[in-house]
T-cell receptor
Framework: AQSVTQLGSHVSVSEGALVLLRCNYSSSVPPYLFWYVQYPNQGLQLLLK??????LVKGINGFEAEFKKSETSFHLTKPSAHMSDAAEYFCAVSAAGGTYKYIFGTGTRLKVLA | DAGVIQSPRHEVTEMGQEVTLRCKPI?????LFWYRQTMMRGLELLIY????????DSGMPEDRFSAKMPNASFSTLKIQPSEPRDSAVYFC???????????FGNGTRLTVT
């Protein structure tokens, strides 16, 4: 069984400040992990993914995430927030080699303050 | 590539009516997913197909919901009869292979009055 927990349904940061969005997962098999972003009235878009190999993955728009198996975490970071980063962010887990079933977290809405 | 195309973008209907949502996946993608998004429950997987065959429909809430994929380029999600609690945004997504990232459509916002 798999699950995803996103800590903080709402996060506010100042423009130029560090963005940190937290995601913890539970998986009985090696996980594939994803971060998606959703802008208003749109579908979800892939930011980045971890499957195997390097545990620090870089995505679009300057975001990156680090897979930490010991902490079962996959937190999303960006060194400097931009106004255009305001959106909802979803962490998702899928089972490597298992049933293809994405499980999404409940989402974190990021607000960027001028 | 036009991406995943969903229609209509908005649907307003009265309780008891039949609603049909449509999805055209990206050409060559073998997997198709239907999700429902609400404030209360977040993103819920309703059903997914592999090569037009339904693989897991355990997320379909009730018998009022049905989904079909008659060919590789088209899928429908039908609700009959609709109820106010079905109001949500319904997303279709597709992917080329097992565990590939999902490509989402822009969703259909359904309002049942």
């Amino acid at each position: 069984a798999q699950s995803v927990t996103q800590l903080g349904s709402h996060v506010s940061v100042s423009e130029g400040a560090l963005v940190l969005l937290r995601c913890n997962y539970s998986s009985s098999v090696p996980p594939y992990l994803f971060w998606y972003v959703q802008y208003p009235n749109q579908g979800l878009q892939l930011l980045l993914k971890y499957t195997t190999g390097a545990t620090l993955v870089k995505g679009i728009n300057g975001f990156e995430a680090e897979f930490k198996k010991s902490e079962t975490s996959f937190h999303l970071t960006k060194p400097s927030a931009h106004m255009s980063d305001a959106a909802e962010y979803f962490c998702a887990v899928s089972a490597a080699g298992g049933t293809y079933k994405y499980i999404f977290g409940t989402g974190t809405r990021l607000k960027v303050l001028a | 590539d036009a991406g995943v195309i969903q229609s209509p973008r908005h649907e307003v209907t009265e309780m008891g009516q039949e609603v049909t949502l449509r999805c055209k996946p990206i050409s060559g993608h073998d997997y198709l997913f239907w999700y429902r998004q609400t404030m209360m429950r977040g993103l819920e997987l309703l059903i997914y197909f592999n090569n037009n065959v339904p693989i897991d429909d355990s997320g379909m809430p009730e018998d009022r919901f049905s989904a079909k994929m008659p060919n590789a380029s088209f899928s429908t999600l039908k609700i009959q009869p609709s109820e106010p609690r079905d109001s949500a945004v319904y997303f279709c997504a597709s992917s080329p292979t097992n565990n590939s990232p999902l490509h989402f459509g822009n969703g259909t916002r359904l309002t049942v009055t």
